[in-house]
């Protein structure tokens, strides 16, 4: 057997072809339509889950019960407090934290937290207040009567003035219809309890009304009615007598008859403005107090306080 001497040979290898426009063409045509058929499924499978979650019964009573309340400002709240109580409790529990600067802290901790709370429930109250009256001033200029406009200014700044609006509406059609449609719709509403803790204030000694917001806590409905019902039929009945409860429940009735008589393509972008952009306002007004504000204010307070502590425990032993 005659054993021969190996030889390498290179092989020729394909060379690489030029990605030309045709095949570019091909290749993102056919990422796009991967990208539009996976999405379209994910779409598809997100609304899906979406619709079963809200059929929900539960979900449906949540979504009811927030949808009057600013349940943005109320979570952002709620986070904050639990993770100030995580805070706490991890430096009660430390190791490596000397036990008598734990009290400090935690005292810290507590003072920032309730500081937060209470500042940014008021910073937010009062933004809401000042961007709701510029809202309702914008949708009076959009009322093309300019009669009626005045006649709402005059009401913005006196809520008695409402009877004089109902007295023009009795020969006004349209403002007829829209006040009787807006009292037969009448809730109460989140709105219409600022309202009334408003009139209140202004109305001392109104213990009708005072009265009511404790009522309305205890009030309790069969299963299959409406609490709201309830609330509204008591509301009816206790404000014959109650000047405030009236006041209030002229201003939300003028409000929104306001709203209806305005521009309405430029009331619903309005509104759709104005609800994104209260629930970014809560967001960044809680995380401004929380992070930055309330830290400045409460540490020096913190420290006196555990000062005092630490001089009391002293003192006793």
Do not use: W
Not at 148 to 169: H, M, N
Not at 182 to 191: G, S, W
């Amino acid at each position: 057997m005659e054993i021969r001497p190996y030889t390498y040979t290179s092989q020729q290898r394909p060379a690489f072809k030029r990605l030309d426009a045709k095949t570019a063409k091909k290749v993102i045509d056919g990422t796009k339509q991967f990208t539009k058929t996976a999405g379209d499924k994910g779409t598809n499978a997100i609304a899906y889950a979406l619709g079963a979650l809200a059929s929900l019964k539960p979900v449906q009573n949540l979504v009811n019960y927030l949808k009057n309340k600013n349940y943005q400002e109320h979570l952002a709240a709620f986070v904050g407090c639990t993770l100030s109580g995580f805070y706490m409790l991890d430096t009660a529990r430390s190791k490596t934290i000397e036990k008598d600067q734990k009290m400090p802290l935690m005292i810290n901790q507590g003072a920032v937290c309730a500081m937060s709370t209470v500042g940014a429930y008021t910073l937010n109250h009062y933004l809401n207040r000042k961007i709701n009256h510029i809202a309702e001033l914008f949708h009076i200029s959009k009322i093309n009567d300019e009669k009626l406009q005045t006649k709402f200014l005059k009401f913005k700044q006196d809520p008695e003035y409402a009877s004089v609006i109902e007295r023009a509406a009795q020969t006004n059609p349209k403002l007829q219809s829209t006040i009787n449609t807006l009292k037969n719709q009448f809730e109460f509403t989140n709105n219409v309890k600022v309202y009334l803790k408003e009139e209140i204030k202004k109305q001392k000694g109104d213990n009708i009304a005072q009265n009511f917001l404790k009522e309305i806590k205890k009030i309790t409905v069969e299963n299959g009615k409406d609490k709201a019902d309830a609330v509204k039929v008591l509301y009816l009945q206790r404000m014959k007598n109650s000047k405030a409860m009236r006041a209030a429940f002229n201003r939300e009735c003028m409000n929104n008859a306001i709203k209806m008589l305005a521009n309405a393509d430029s009331t619903k972008k309005l509104t759709r403005m104005m609800n994104g952009f209260k629930t970014a306002q809560a967001l960044m007004v809680f995380a401004l107090i929380y992070r930055f504000v309330s830290p400045v204010i409460a540490t020096p307070i913190a420290n006196s306080i555990s000062e005092k502590l630490e001089n009391r425990k002293k003192a006793n032993k």
